[in-house]
């Protein structure tokens, strides 16, 4: 089968992104990523994904502002289907898209969060983790809806949390486990196999015995 075509969106250094390329490179699907765009003209991601020979773009929401958000959402949704991206990958994109994006790629829009969630939605979670004293962290990829972090679980990955942690250890003991989660549901969306795949709603990991 030919893959669906996929736009992937970066703020930062965009590791998540590279794993991906990476997977759809060695397995021959390269040729399905339309674009990876950013928000942010210094991601440095961006040279890491043009270094791998995929498109790039920027659309810039600073001139934007507050008060033209929607506007960006829509330029942001029609450059990615001009690229003819069906699928939007987000990875670690730092911007919460409305209504005016989400709408043209209903149930299209992935996103990895560095969590279990309903665990620690929003921000600074492997702290957040450390703090409440979890035995088990990692992350989740899950379709993207106007809730925060909010939308299906698609799969999920965890580690234990070890009593010498602090949160960069943790956060690179489960961004290890987001580079091998993430390509594999990407590369399952593209194909058609998502649902199949991976339901909708997957058990929770089983709590540590007191
Ligand atoms: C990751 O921790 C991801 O879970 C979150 O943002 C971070 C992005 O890191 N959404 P990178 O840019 O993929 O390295």
Redesign the pocket.
């Known amino acids: 089968m030919t893959p669906e075509r996929a736009a992937i969106l970066?703020s930062?250094?965009?590791?998540?992104?590279v794993a991906i390329l990476e997977r759809a490179r060695d397995a021959g699907w390269l040729g399905a990523i339309a674009l990876v765009a950013s928000n942010r003209p210094e991601a440095p991601?961006l040279a890491r994904a043009a270094a791998l020979g995929v498109p790039t773009d920027v659309l810039d929401h600073r001139p934007f502002g507050r008060a033209r958000r929607a506007e960006f959402d829509a330029a942001l949704a029609d450059r990615l289907q001009q690229a003819g991206a069906r699928w939007v990958v987000l990875?670690?994109f730092m911007r919460i898209l409305g209504p005016a994006f989400l709408t043209p790629f209903e149930g299209r829009v992935l996103n990895?969060?560095?969590s279990l969630l309903p665990a620690f939605p929003g921000l600074h979670t492997h702290e957040r983790a450390l703090e409440a004293g979890a035995a088990r962290h990692g992350?989740t990829v899950h379709l993207v809806d106007t809730s925060l972090d909010g939308g299906p679980v698609l799969a999920q990955a965890d580690v234990p949390v070890l009593g010498d942690d602090d949160a960069d250890s943790l956060a690179a003991r489960v961004?290890e486990q987001?580079h091998r989660l993430y390509p594999a549901v990407v590369e399952s969306a593209v194909f058609g196999r998502l649902h199949t795949e991976f339901p909708p709603r997957p058990q929770a990991a089983a709590p540590e015995p007191a």
């Open positions: 970066i930062g250094r965009g590791s998540n992104m991601g990875a670690g990895i969060h560095p992350c961004l987001e």
